[in-house]
């Protein structure tokens, strides 16, 4: 695939606005892409949404690097294909929003791919009901990193409306049998609603973490993200 142009990206809002971004999200449901020339102005935008969290892995601004990690065998820390996931479905309360900065892109692969919940929804209501009754079960999984601990719902609905995704596949996550007998046609719905983008350096995307799946593509070069989850 080759390398979107700003025009290609979805909800593109041209440079990132130090003030008023909080309203753009909400007009944009939850996902918007944009333009933004270092980490500190990407800085400043996320510290005007919310309060910046500190992660294990990021400097002291609470930047993280996303990039092949000597050592590491974290899958977003590797070349390879990152499934679909939300950031820290373990945590008691995960990060609102996530921004993901493109400091390097890649020489080939390493896309952005992106599910809404809703989408998501709406494609296993109408294909398998079961398997959506699985997910949005309060049972649905169990998410574990360190002490943090988690039982719930993989999509969590009130009033009809997705208020809260978790997931993750890899050693720390654990699946009830509902959802391990269903797991294909949840995987087939996700298919179905992503939506793929390429990002060049100097953009970046913006999304609600409690109602968009993430993931990326395998890559090759040396492609840098940087990170910032607001609480
Ligand atoms: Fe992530």
Known sequence: MSKSSAVQLPHFIGDIP?????????????????ACPDEEALLKAARGVGEVMIHPHGDA??????????????VGL???????????PATKVPPRYLFLWCKQASDQGG???????????????????????????????????GTDEHVGPIIQIE?????????RFDHLVYFSWDVTRTMPAFQAALRSVERRFALQAGQGYLLDNRI?????????????MSRIMVA
């Not at 130090?18 to 944009?34: A, H, W």
């Not at 590797?78 to 820290?88: C, I, S, V």
């Open 18 to 34: 130090d003030v008023g971004l909080e309203d753009r999200i909400n007009d944009s449901d939850g996902l918007l892409t944009f």
């Open 61 to 74: 601004r609470g930047v993280t690097p996303i990039r092949l990690t000597e050592g590491r065998v974290d």
């Open 78 to 88: 590797t070349t390879g294909d990152l499934l679909a996931h939300t950031d820290r």
């Open 111 to 145: 896309e952005t791919v992106l599910y809404r919940g809703r989408d998501v929804v709406r494609h296993l209501a109408e294909h398998d009901p079961a398997a959506l009754r699985a997910v949005t079960s309060s049972q649905a999984a169990i998410f574990r990193t």
């Open 159 to 167: 009033d009809g409306e997705v208020v809260g995704l978790r997931l």
């Open 212 to 224: 968009w799946f993430h993931s990326r593509t395998a890559y090759t070069g040396d492609r840098e």
